[in-house]
């Protein structure tokens, strides 16, 4: 069992930064692939990042590469997401979420989630 508290959401103005922080309990962090989702009112939720538990292993949506970089620390059971160059269109709950198999968390339909943190990035 795996549970996910998200932090570092806020409200920026484009152009700027944040980092989001995804706190897990358990035992087991090291051994789980994590990724960040993101869902925009009337949108689909859709995968931002994904990382594999050792970290040599990582996926970007195309919308977000070369601006955001997803990294995780094993040792604090901690995965952030260090987002740069934030877009309006960034504006979205973001959601933290963990699985044992990197390729279900690139799917989207991981076992574990968070309850999410706000985005807003104004113009």
């Known amino acids: 069992q795996v549970q996910l508290v998200e932090s570092g959401g806020g409200l920026v103005q484009a152009g700027g930064s944040l980092r989001l922080s995804c706190a897990a309990s358990?035992?087991?962090?090291?051994?789980?692939?994590m990724g960040w989702f993101r869902q925009a009112p009337g949108m689909e939720r859709e995968l931002v990042a994904a990382i594999g538990w050792s970290g040599g292993s990582k996926q970007y949506a195309d919308s977000v590469k070369g601006r955001f970089t997803i990294s995780r620390d094993n040792a604090k059971n901690t995965v952030y997401l260090q987002m740069n160059s934030l877009k309006p269109e960034d504006t979205a709950v973001y959601y933290c979420?963990?699985?044992?198999?990197?390729?279900?968390?690139?799917?989207?339909?991981?076992?574990?989630w968070g309850q999410g943190t706000q985005v807003t990035v104004s113009s």
């Open positions: 358990g035992r087991t962090f090291t051994t789980y692939a």
């Open positions: 979420a963990a699985d044992p198999d990197f390729r279900v968390v690139v799917a989207a339909t991981p076992g574990y």
